[in-house]
């Protein structure tokens, strides 16, 4: 069964502005990734934070993660239109090695030029 | 990095057919994983393909509803058995990068049971 849940589950905002999507998880974990999808094609992975670390950048990009809460946030920063796309989550469980990924329910993000 | 490719890229089938989806990787890999997306949901991992033995399936997915096979360390099949409207999803297969968790995918695979 799916134990990430995303929110919001669909966000519309204007080219420039700021994205944030949220992720939360039920079960001990190893890693936690982000995957952007476009139009029902193969997932792209954007990044990815062990469950040691706190946040994690990449270009545009910055991760949150808090085990505590078991949850993480996604930030797009400066959005251009070519982000629109599916965004989930997906976690690597603590027990086989973070290897098989559970995704979340996914966060379909709109950005208006 | 590792480019995947899955032929076909999409089909029609008629309920109570079968229907097998091919998935090449352009090197070696150790970790193959099948994936089912339904329209407008997320990713539901089916099975791991083992090479040389027969693959892990998820709780809910049983071998004789999506049989897979995975001869060498560069190809992998899944089939679809004796198909129904419910079977409607985008069948996705990736692989798992070495040293690291992530995962490469391929460009799925759009599947329709009328």
């Known amino acids: 069964s799916q134990q990430g849940e995303e929110d919001p589950q669909a966000l519309s905002i204007q080219e420039g502005e700021n994205a944030t999507m949220n992720c939360s998880y039920k079960?001990?974990?190893?890693?936690l990734q982000w995957y952007r999808q476009n139009s029902g094609r193969g997932l792209v992975h954007l990044i990815l934070?062990?469950?040691?670390?706190r946040e994690k950048h990449s270009g545009r990009l910055r991760v949150t993660l808090d085990t505590s809460k078991k949850s993480s946030s996604l930030l797009i920063t400066a959005s251009r239109a070519a982000d629109t796309a599916s965004y989930f989550c997906a976690t690597g469980p603590y027990q086989t090695s973070g290897s098989r990924l559970t995704f979340g329910e996914g966060t379909q993000l709109t950005v208006n030029p | 990095s590792a480019v995947i490719s899955q032929k076909p890229s999409r089909d029609i089938c008629q309920r109570g057919t079968s229907l097998t989806i091919q998935c090449q990787v352009d090197s070696q890999v150790t970790m193959m994983f099948w994936y089912r997306q339904q329209p407008g949901q997320s990713l539901t991992l089916i099975a791991t393909?083992?090479?040389?033995?027969?693959?892990?399936?998820e709780s809910g997915f049983v071998i004789d509803k999506f049989p897979i096979s995975r001869p060498n360390l560069t190809f992998s099949t899944l089939t679809v058995s004796n198909m129904s409207p419910e079977d409607s999803s985008i069948y996705l297969c990736?692989?798992?990068?070495?040293?690291?968790?992530?995962?490469?995918f391929g460009p799925g695979t759009r599947l329709t049971v009328t």
């Open positions: 393909a083992n090479q040389g033995s027969e693959a892990t399936y």
């Open positions: 079960t001990s974990i190893n890693n």
């Open positions: 934070i062990r469950s040691n670390e």
């Open positions: 990736s692989v798992g990068v070495r040293g690291t968790y992530e995962q490469y």
